[in-house]
């Protein structure tokens, strides 16, 4: 029934604390604890796919938690396969879909790891298509990697836009999300939330809750495009986002890897 809500996913998460990182079974154990803590039943682990030892983060959940061919079973929380990849053009699009088929198009992203070298936007989306990926813009007004200035017609072949927990903390819920929104509209795409956290603080800041419980990507990328889900911004979403962005800085001092530019003058 429209209005009764089945399921809580984040669309857009991050299983290590930066892309230096090593991946830490212990610390991605924490992360878990901390979605389910705010009620979260599923995850879109959208790793950035030129993080160091990418295929070792899967290798690691291979070995660690059932996985039934869509989705890994940790801790009580829905994992589906996914990650970020960058493009020549400047921006971010986020593929989700079974394993098999995240690890496959990440093969043929092995030699367009390297800024300067990244894959061209048309070329990714044929990528993804062969692999039938789920295609996310991701934070499409951020000023770093903006997705707003690309050809309409690409931009046509996404699935969705982000709305970025990060993005409205700097920006302006109110603002962010209606400059996304607007965008999407003018495309008929919809508009899907994603708190894009390193750091398990962040979970919560902005939420999807479907009214049904989805097994599948394919099955998530319907209810979305039937609109059959609802985007929630925290009323703590600042607090969520400020406090997650000191602590991944904090901890990366501690462990000594060099802060981004974001994050010296942030």
């Known amino acids: 029934m429209k209005g009764s809500f089945f399921m809580n996913i984040d669309f857009h998460t991050h299983g290590k604390l930066s892309k230096k990182s090593a991946f830490s079974l212990d610390y991605f154990r924490e992360?878990?604890?901390?979605?389910k803590h705010n009620d979260l039943d599923a995850l879109a682990l959208t790793e950035h796919f030129n993080t160091s030892n990418f295929y070792h983060l899967y290798e690691t959940l291979d070995s660690t938690y059932p996985y039934n061919g869509h989705y890994y079973e940790a801790e009580g929380v829905k994992i589906f396969p996914g990650m970020e990849v960058d493009i020549a053009e400047t921006g971010h699009i986020l593929l989700i879909g079974r394993r098999e088929d995240v690890i496959a198009a990440r093969t043929g992203l092995d030699e367009f790891t390297r800024k300067g070298h990244f894959i061209s936007f048309r070329e990714l989306l044929d990528l993804a298509d062969a692999h039938s990926l789920w295609k996310i813009g991701a934070h499409p007004f951020r000023d770093s990697t903006p997705l707003h200035h690309l050809d309409r017609e690409l931009l046509l072949r996404l699935d969705a836009f982000d709305l970025n927990a990060k993005d409205m903390y700097k920006q302006g819920v109110g603002a962010c999300r209606s400059k996304v929104e607007a965008f999407a509209a003018s495309?008929?795409?919809?508009?899907?939330?994603?708190?894009?956290?390193?750091?398990?603080l962040q979970y919560g800041s902005v939420v999807n809750r479907l009214e049904q419980t989805c097994e599948t990507a394919a099955e998530l990328k319907a209810a979305v495009a039937a609109g059959a889900y609802a985007v929630e911004v925290s009323p703590c979403l600042e607090i969520k986002v400020k406090s997650?962005?000191?602590?991944?800085?904090?901890?990366?001092?501690m462990i000594g890897e060099p802060l981004s530019r974001e994050e010296l003058i942030g």
């Open 31 to 35: 992360m878990i604890a901390e979605a």
């Open 187 to 200: 495309l008929g795409l919809p508009v899907v939330g994603g708190s894009d956290t390193h750091q398990c």
């Open 244 to 253: 997650s962005v000191m602590m991944k800085k904090l901890l990366k001092q």
